[in-house]
């Protein structure tokens, strides 16, 4: 029964393919977005309310001291927008996720893995791929944000990129490794509510620690412990042409551990072994 | 549109004299597989081959074990006994080069709906790492085989089931396959589709050579000349060509065949057309 015969199939893949095979998932990704121009729109609209309305609001409320990356006073609307800006990469990054359940549940997931390529090279592209997507967000929102007088150094336009690639990368690979752990498409809206707001709240991108810390010493430990704390002041710092060490650190050594564990964990066959002996198709 | 416009393969791919097998080699080779969800086996120590440029029937009733057993080949579902390799590379450990001589058509429709014709095919090639030049070249030669040309820029939403399947069919052979997997790619199509789709199908093994398992469980999908692989309760319970399978059990035709195999009367009655 068995063939003792190789039929010669060329080994490895040349840098080309990998280039080209990302390429592609990129753009499949930048096509779907675009064409889901409701999703752009809401994307945009949640930091939007939050800037124009919440912090209208709480700027007499609430005094910024001068604090590092900002040599003078700043207006609360200036304080929130990095924090903002991590907002649609962590919204960004579930939502990444929540469409590779519905992927995996719909069967499209099966194009992607069934490419020669190799599984944690496709995951790693599809991470990307979000990342690149939330990039076209941020970007527009930073856009909104200067013309309400949120202007950073221009230099800051091009220094917080780097920043945003791997904050965005680090949040979607979060997303990714909870995504892994779902066994349906229901179960995700339960994970979001216990996984977005505890991280956007538990952290400096409403309120700097030091305030914080004033209202509740234990709150001040668990949002230093929070990694989207510290993708908040990477991108806060980078988007004035400075560097955190500490938070560069932790959202490095956050972005490998959480990118390692999803593609460790990811099971392709999770969704399909569900429905299969329940739906006919084993 | 009956297959004899389908204008399949007048164009043989350049390369196609080198890809063909050398002799003996199984184009797939399944060795004592099984498979189990849990406390349910859903394949119990399967083996068969399929040879190159041949059309291999998997036949068995919904539940049988086929899909499971696409999942494994495609390394959806890792392996848990057993042994599966295509053209002689094991999909476990040397995955890359088996999957680059495998194209699949999944039995649910596994294209973008909101992506044109042509975006899925290129989206297609490019996680084959072929460039975007020759991804649109070979598009363009797909869609003609498949008489798809002038629907390239509609979303794929737009067209019809046996459009859908045929698009399909033509994305798995985009990176030029020499084995094709279609898992009962014909459900849920009126009769004239599923005689364009098996026809086109069957002209792709007689003129490209491409070794093809077709897992069904309609009979009169599977003509006396094919090789058949008769899939029953997660166990092979016969190969061979149909005409030798059909003599084995003393039977008139495939549908008695299986019926004697399976004793699965009531059951096939209603799954024969």
Redesign the interface.
Known sequence: ???????P??????F???V??L???V??EA??FL??RERFVSALVRPLVWLFIFAAGFRQVLGISIIPPYETYILYEVYIAPGLMAMIQLFNGMQSSLSMVYDRE???M?????????RGY?LFCKLLAGTAVSLLQVYAFLVIAWLWDIAPPPIGYLTVLPALVLSGLMLGALGMLISSGIKQLENFAGVMNFVIFPMFFASSALYPLWRVQEGSPMLYYVCQLNPFTHAVELIRFALYGQINWISLGVVAGCTAVFMIGAILAYD??RG??RR??AG??? | MTAAEIPIASQPSPDMSARR??????AL?I?GVSHS?GA?R?LIDV???VAPASFTALLGL???????LF?LI?????IQAG?I?I???DISR?????????G?V???????L??SVT?NL???????????REARLRSGEVLARIALSDRAGSKVRDLSGGQMRRLEIARALLHRP?LLLLDEATVGLDVKARSDILNHVRQLVSEQGIGVLWATHLFDEITASDDLVVLHQGKVLARGQVSRVIADTGAQDINTAFMRLTGAVGKVGSEAS
């Open positions: 029964m068995s063939s003792i015969t190789v039929t199939s060329r080994r490895g893949f040349s080309g393919e990998y080209t095979c390429n592609g998932i753009w499949r096509l779907r064409h889901q719909m069967g499209n099966r194009t992607l893995l069934v490419s020669p390529l190799p496709l392709p066959s399909l072994a299969g002996p006919g198709e084993t | 097998a050398p002799a003996g080699a199984a080779s060795e969800y349910r859903a083996s068969f081959d919904n539940g049988a074990g086929k899909s499971t999942s495609t390394r959806l579902f890792g042994r390799g053209f002689g590379h040397a995955p890359g080069e088996a999957l680059r001589l495998l699949v999944f039995q649910p429709r596994t294209l973008d909101d992506l975006q290129l989206y297609h090639a490019a996680l084959h790492g072929i460039g975007r020499r």
